[in-house]
């Protein structure tokens, strides 16, 4: 058995160190930086497997879609972990300028539930294949901390914008059985819905947003076929796990699960593909290494490519396929915040052009429940 492993685990390796080279993306693991968050949050793992997704996504046949006066360019934004109050409120203040200028937008937010647990109530988590009661990033600082946070996620919902799930703990589940990821679900489901029991020494709101939960993005976006199946009984509609490069549609999986992927972008004069990640976008331009501040020539080098790419993204899709554009972001600040404020004038430039809807995965779905993906016409 333990031979086995050794040759699973040496041919996983060289997959990925291939797929790296393939597109020239460093192999070496980065540093670990700290976030906005206090934490490592999105961290503990190397590029690799993203990597592997990009490689995947750009070989795969384009489809061509015969696109109509009234289909529409679909915008999503969306942000993973989302643990800092503060940034979660910097969020929403961005949303409601955006709505005050007449150019509608929503953000998804992909929550972990560990979030809404301290140290001390680490003990009420059980994650598959790892110890009780750990986490690969962190826990919430304090229950006041908690109690704000269901607090504003409250708010942001009953303001129109989405929350997902981002699974618990953090944890890579891309070798998970079935019952593992049912497991997970369960206690993600369990843990959000016992804040108030598990936290008892502050009164904390009820977390209404909780009813909306139906999308899914997979930690380190680590996935295979047991995870769509366990979505599908657990009644998510969507996963947003994938990496997509063509500017096509969604398609519905056997299991009722609507897959909705990142996008690609190509990024700086070399047009290297990368997922539409600030992660992997700072890991790409900096090796995931702090090293530049905004006003500097360095920022602003950065700045501009992440533009650049986000909006020659957006206007091949806007005039060809009009295939959703799925950007990720999260909480972190990386490079002095050099994504966040590309992401945001990404937004003031494409959000209320005509036929362009930046909205949530929920929205998306309710499109592709009623009307459908254009038809293929090749």
Request: charged share 15%; aromatic share 12%.
């Amino acid at each position: 058995m333990k031979y086995n492993k050794t040759i699973l685990f040496a041919t996983m390796a060289l997959v990925a160190f291939t797929a790296a080279r393939l597109i020239n993306t460093p192999a070496p693991k980065p540093a670990v930086a700290i976030s906005i968050d206090g934490d490592t949050d999105e961290n503990s793992d190397s590029q690799l497997p993203y990597t592997a997704a990009v490689v995947s996504a750009i070989s795969t046949p384009k489809i061509n879609y015969k696109i109509s006066s009234s289909t529409p360019q679909f915008v999503v934004l969306s942000f993973d972990g989302s643990k800092s109050v503060q940034m979660l409120d910097e969020t929403l203040a961005f949303e409601q300028k955006m709505q005050a200028e007449g150019k509608p937008l929503h953000f998804t937010y992909f929550i972990n539930a560990i979030y809404f647990l301290t140290q001390d109530t680490a003990h009420s988590y059980l994650p598959p294949q790892h110890p009780p009661g750990t986490s690969n990033i962190g826990f919430s600082e304090s229950v006041a901390d908690i109690a704000l946070r269901v607090k504003e996620f409250n708010t942001a919902f009953n303001e129109g914008n989405e929350i997902g799930s981002h699974s618990v703990g953090h944890f890579n589940g891309s070798t998970w059985s079935h019952d593992e990821w049912k497991h997970e679900f369960d206690a993600f489901t369990s843990l959000m819905s016992t804040v108030q029991q598990n936290n008892p020494s502050l009164p904390i709101p009820s977390p209404v947003f909780l009813s909306g939960i139906h999308g899914f993005r997979a930690p380190q976006l680590g996935v295979n076929d047991t995870l769509y199946k366990v979505l599908g009984e657990s009644s998510y509609t969507y996963d947003t796990s994938g990496v997509e490069a063509n500017d096509g549609w969604p398609t519905k999986d056997s299991n009722g699960v609507w897959h909705i992927p990142l996008g690609t972008v190509k990024l700086g004069p070399t047009q290297h593909p990368v997922v539409a990640m600030d992660y992997n976008l700072w890991y790409h331009q900096s090796n995931a290494k702090e090293e530049t501040t905004k006003g500097t020539p360095l920022w602003n080098t950065y700045y501009n490519e992440i533009e650049t790419a986000y909006m020659n993204h957006f206007n091949e899709s806007y005039t060809g396929n009009r295939g959703p554009f799925v950007i990720g972001d999260h909480f972190s600040k990386w490079n002095d915040g050099v994504y966040w404020e590309a992401m945001k004038t990404f937004a003031e430039n494409v959000c209320g052009k005509p036929d362009v809807r930046c909205v949530t995965f929920k929205d998306v779905v309710d499109y592709l429940n009623t009307t459908g993906a254009p038809p293929i016409i090749n």
